[in-house]
């Protein structure tokens, strides 16, 4: 894959559950890798639940393959520049071994 497509800098998080100030457990996100990506929307809806308008995104998430990491389907990306949250739905096969390819949602709602 070319540099120049991947202009997006994404951290790479996985969930872990810490302990509050009462020892009732907290899920956290815990930084594992900050990479280059390349970030392309698939496609996109919206639609009517609970007396509410949603929005839903499908994302494709590109980046180098990293020796020694195995990402999950419960993990998450946020990019660096404006924190928006991708939650990784698939590790999607790939026909190159240096090509990492996530398919990840991001979605939002309106009141």
Sequence with gaps: MKAGLMRRRVRLERPTTLADD???????????????????????????AG??????????????????????PDWRCVD???AQVFD?????????RAVLTLAASCGSSEP
């Design 80 to 82: 660096v520049d404006n």
């Design 22 to 48: 009462f020892g009732a457990p907290v899920k956290s996100w815990a930084l594992v890798a900050e990479v280059d990506a390349a970030v392309d929307s698939v496609s996109g809806r919206e639609f009517f």
């Design 88 to 96: 990784i739905r698939a590790v999607l096969p790939s026909h190159e």
């Design 51 to 72: 007396d509410r308008e949603l929005a839903d995104a499908t994302w494709r998430i590109t980046l180098r393959w990293l020796p020694g990491l195995l990402v999950e």
